[in-house]
Structures are given as C-alpha cells and as structure tokens.
C-alpha cells in the first residue's frame, strides 16, 4: 500500500470514488450491517463494531450517494441503520450500547451520550431519504434516552454503566468527562424538533449551546503535550455545532475565535502528532463558516488543511486498505489502522473544498456527517 505524501492533491478525482469504493468493499461494514470501529492494518482485522461508527457511516453513505448516485450506498445506509434499530438498540433497557458483538463479551458495556447523538442524527437524515418509520422511532427512543438518563442539573454525563445508567467514574480523558463537545451530539434534539414537530426538543439543545459557549476556550490546551491533537478533534465538534446557530451574536464570535484557535493549535502540534479528521473538520467548518457570511474564507489555509487531509488517503493493496484514510501520524509515521471517522470526514471536506474550488453553492450545514 502507499499513501499520498504532503502536498497532495485535494481536487483528485478519484477521491470521493476510491473512499465509497473502500466503505463499500473493505469489510469495514460487516455482515451484520454494524461498522467496525476502525481496521488494523498490522494485524489485518477489524476492531469490534461501535454503534456511533455505524452512525456516521450511515450519514456519510447518504452524503456520498448524494453526489455519486451510487444506490450501494444507500442500501448499505439501510443495512447499517435496520442493525441500529433491530440489533443494537436495547428495548428493555431503553438504551444504545457503546459497541455491540453476536456473542463475544464486551470489555465495557455501557452507553455515550455522545454516540447517542450521532446515531439519531444518522437516521434521522436516513428517516428524510426513505421514509422507513422504524428509522424515526428509534431515533426519537434514542433521543428520548439522551434527555432522561443523561442530563442532569449541573451538565450531561458523558457514559452511563449498563444496565444500571448510573454514571461512570468521570477520569481525565475528554471523552470521560462533560464538555463543550458534546454539543455535538446535542444537534439531535435540534433534528427531532423538526422531524416531530415537537419545539420543546429546541430548550434542550439551547441549554446545552449556552453551556458551551461559556466552557469551550479552555477546552483545547486542557491536556499537555500531543493530546492537544485528539482535544481538538473534539473542539472541532463544538465548532461544527456552532454552525446551526451562527445569526446569534455570541455563537458567532465564538465560532470565529474557535476556528482561529483550533487552525493556531493544528499548526504547532501536527509536525509532533497529526489526526487525519482535524484538518478536515476545521476545514468543513471554515467552508460552511463562509456559506454563511460570518467568516471571509482564508483561502490559503483552507487549501493547506485540504492538502493535509487529502495526504491521509490509503492508495494500493489490498480492498481493506485501498481508499481509506490512515487514523494520522506520530512524528510523521503512520497509525497502524484505518479508520472509518478520518475517512467519512475527509471526504466530506474534501467534496466540500471541490463545491467551492467549482463555484458551487455548499450543500446546508444540517448534511455534517
């Protein structure tokens, strides 16, 4: 296998081609329809299936089918949303697991709000293509789980043990902890309130927008060192959620100075540690952050952060590799793995980046994967 080396080509045309052709054909979605968490290049197999990566994958086939026309991808969507809503989904217990196995035990079994959040978004834009009900019921039970289980009065608890749903232990990492990403994943009560009808889902998500808003800035540079990198990837959620609310004032200078951080931080930490997804996540939001009229693009560094992106794509060997994007790079070796969140979002960035390079108009911000 090979990889594309820094300057890259972000206008290939065969980019979009080669990373449908590799979530179609990798094995990376298996045959249950749930999708691996990523796949190991050094020991050729697939991590266990995490429920939040068949969400994006969901959303990044229908993105994808959207400009390709490729019906593959809609009915592999399919195949991985009915996993979600027959297989995966815990009607007793009204609950999303964290990842899920036939038969194998799993080392933490527990729900994300986080992974919640991209789940019920993935079927709902599903729900909008098809018109399959189940997809619409289990994303408002999901949603449902996200508001009762999860909120509390201080903030939103990041894991839940099942089947207690009590609180896991909240430790150093990001991910275990509350923050301003998980805003995120609040945008499904954004999209239940237009599915349903129901205008109360919009209080939920504007308490937790405003508890963001006054959290985000110390987000970033909150662990030392490298882990600067993976924090920003997480900023970048908080980032992406902004961009639902950018005619409010304060959200947009927070949008604003969030790009200019997050572009600073990538600049000094990517020559020690670089994640393929964060260039493209701050390039998704660059992009939409200039749709909407509240951010002139700098179009040399929205070039520079396509080119970094576009680095990252798999080319050669094997269909488990071909087309993917590598996890990113320590010290300018890559991560033994491919990984199915640095693909669904460099792809994405990448047809972004081609709509603008084309004078297209962008497609709405609500189509984030």
Same mark, same amino acid.
């Given at each position: 296998?090979?990889?594309?080396?820094?300057?890259?080509?972000?206008?290939?045309?065969?980019?979009?081609?080669?990373?449908?052709?590799?979530?179609?054909?990798?094995?990376?979605?298996?045959?249950?329809?749930?999708?691996?968490?990523?796949?190991?290049?050094?020991?050729?197999?697939?991590?266990?299936?995490?429920?939040?990566?068949?969400?994006?994958?969901?959303?990044?086939?229908?993105?994808?089918?959207?400009?390709?026309?490729?019906?593959?991808?809609?009915? #592999?969507?399919?195949? /991985? %949303?009915?996993?979600? &809503?027959? $297989?995966?989904?815990? +009607?007793?217990?009204? !609950?999303? @697991?964290?990842?899920?196995?036939?038969?194998?035990?799993?080392?933490?079994?527990?729900?994300?709000?986080?992974?919640?959040?991209?789940?019920?978004?993935?079927?709902?834009?599903?729900?909008?293509?098809?018109?399959?009900?189940?997809?619409?019921?289990?994303?408002?039970?999901?949603?449902?789980?996200?508001?009762?289980?999860?909120?509390?009065?201080?903030?939103?608890?990041?894991?839940?043990?099942?089947?207690?749903?009590?609180?896991?232990?909240?430790?150093?990492?990001?991910?275990?902890?509350?923050?301003?990403?998980?805003?995120?994943?609040?945008?499904?009560?954004?999209?239940?309130?237009?599915?349903?009808?129901?205008?109360?889902?919009? #209080?939920?998500?504007? /308490? %937790?927008?405003?508890? &963001?808003? $006054?959290?985000?800035? +110390?987000?970033?540079? !909150?662990? @030392?060192?490298?882990?600067?990198?993976?924090?920003?990837?997480?900023?970048?959620?908080?980032?992406?959620?902004?961009?639902?609310?950018?005619?409010?004032?304060?959200?947009?200078?927070?949008?604003?100075?969030?790009?200019?951080?997050?572009?600073?931080?990538?600049?000094?930490?990517?020559?020690?540690?670089?994640?393929?997804?964060?260039?493209?996540?701050?390039?998704?939001?660059?992009?939409?952050?200039?749709?909407?009229?509240?951010?002139?693009?700098?179009?040399?560094?929205?070039?520079?952060?396509?080119?970094?992106?576009?680095?990252?794509?798999?080319?050669?060997?094997?269909?488990?590799?071909?087309?993917?994007?590598?996890?990113?790079?320590?010290?300018?070796?890559? %991560?033994?793995?491919?990984?199915?969140?640095?693909?669904?979002?460099?792809?994405? !960035?990448?047809?972004?980046?081609?709509?603008?390079?084309?004078?297209?108009?962008?497609?709405?911000?609500?189509?984030?994967?």
């Amino acid at each position: 296998m090979t990889r594309s080396e820094t300057p890259a080509n972000p206008l290939a045309p065969a980019i979009l081609e080669q990373g449908a052709k590799w979530l179609l054909h990798s094995g990376i979605q298996e045959p249950s329809g749930g999708v691996a968490r990523y796949h190991f290049t050094d020991r050729h197999q697939n991590a266990r299936i995490s429920t939040e990566i068949t969400g994006y994958f969901i959303s990044s086939t229908l993105d994808l089918h959207s400009r390709l026309g490729d019906p593959r991808l809609l009915d #592999a969507a399919c195949r /991985a %949303a009915r996993f979600l &809503a027959d $297989s995966a989904w815990d +009607a007793d217990l009204a !609950a999303m @697991p964290f990842e899920w196995s036939a038969g194998e035990p799993l080392p933490e079994h527990a729900s994300y709000f986080f992974d919640n959040g991209i789940i019920v978004r993935a079927l709902l834009r599903l729900w909008r293509t098809t018109g399959e009900t189940s997809f619409l019921i289990c994303a408002t039970a999901c949603g449902d789980s996200m508001l009762h289980d999860f909120v509390n009065p201080a903030d939103i608890h990041p894991i839940l043990g099942l089947p207690s749903k009590q609180p896991a232990p909240r430790e150093d990492r990001w991910s275990r902890q509350p923050g301003c990403y998980q805003l995120k994943s609040a945008l499904a009560w954004h999209g239940l309130a237009d599915a349903t009808g129901d205008s109360s889902w919009l #209080a939920h998500f504007d /308490a %937790a927008l405003q508890r &963001a808003i $006054s959290t985000h800035a +110390a987000f970033p540079e !909150a662990e @030392p060192g490298p882990r600067v990198m993976d924090r920003l990837h997480a900023y970048c959620y908080f980032l992406e959620a902004c961009l639902s609310r950018t005619a409010d004032p304060a959200v947009a200078a927070a949008l604003c100075d969030g790009i200019a951080r997050a572009a600073s931080l990538l600049r000094r930490v990517r020559p020690e540690f670089e994640r393929a997804d964060v260039p493209a996540q701050i390039l998704r939001v660059r992009l939409w952050a200039d749709a909407a009229g509240i951010l002139a693009l700098d179009e040399s560094a929205a070039a520079e952060e396509a080119s970094w992106a576009a680095s990252h794509q798999m080319s050669g060997g094997a269909a488990n590799i071909d087309g993917g994007f590598c996890f990113g790079r320590r010290s300018g070796s890559p %991560a033994p793995f491919v990984n199915p969140v640095s693909t669904v979002f460099c792809l994405q !960035a990448l047809a972004l980046w081609r709509d603008h390079i084309a004078g297209r108009a962008l497609p709405s911000w609500h189509t984030l994967v």
